[in-house]
């Protein structure tokens, strides 16, 4: 049995210890806003915090997570300056890698909140969108700093 912390609430899971964590989200959890994208940490769906760092949860193995507090994007307020910005630019096409690159918007903001956009670019250079929204992701993440030095205002 391994136990694991997401979003603030304790689960005790019975999974082989070398189980992606990934799968364990989403078949165990049942929080399916982490997608499943290429399996091998290079395109940044499958996003999470784990002590509040971007890691790719295809790639992390659950015992590697036990004990850390892991947040998926559904631990993400709606009130989030990034989800805010995210909406008020209309960044998502498609959607599928949006809680990724907004799991790794959160991450980058926490350790730098006034990002340059060569900041931005290498901290979101792991994260692909078939959609080619970079720079609305960009423009969302300067607008996001911007509400958060405000104090959370748009």
């Known amino acids: 049995m391994i136990s694991l912390d997401v979003n603030g609430k304790i689960y005790n899971i019975d999974v082989s210890p070398d189980t992606p964590l990934l799968w364990v989200i989403r078949e165990h959890l049942e929080l399916h806003g982490t997608k499943f994208g290429c399996g091998m940490a290079q395109c940044g769906a499958c996003t999470v915090h784990i002590d509040g760092k971007a ?13 850390k507090k892991i947040t998926t994007i559904e631990g ?13 630019d209309e960044v998502p096409q498609c959607g ?9 918007a959160v991450a980058l903001l926490k350790e730098n909140p006034e990002p340059t956009d060569n900041d931005i670019d290498n901290a979101m250079t792991g994260n692909l969108c078939r959609c080619g929204t970079y720079q609305r992701i960009r423009r969302s993440i300067h607008r996001a700093s911007k ?3 405000e104090g959370g205002k748009s």
Request: proline share 8%; glycine share 6%.
């Open 76 to 88: 993400i307020p709606e009130e989030h300056p990034v989800i805010k910005a995210w909406v008020e």
């Open 55 to 67: 890691r790719r949860s295809c790639q992390t193995r659950v015992k590697d997570a036990a004990g």
């Open 147 to 149: 509400m958060m030095a």
């Open 96 to 104: 599928y890698c949006q809680p990724g690159q907004i799991m790794s």
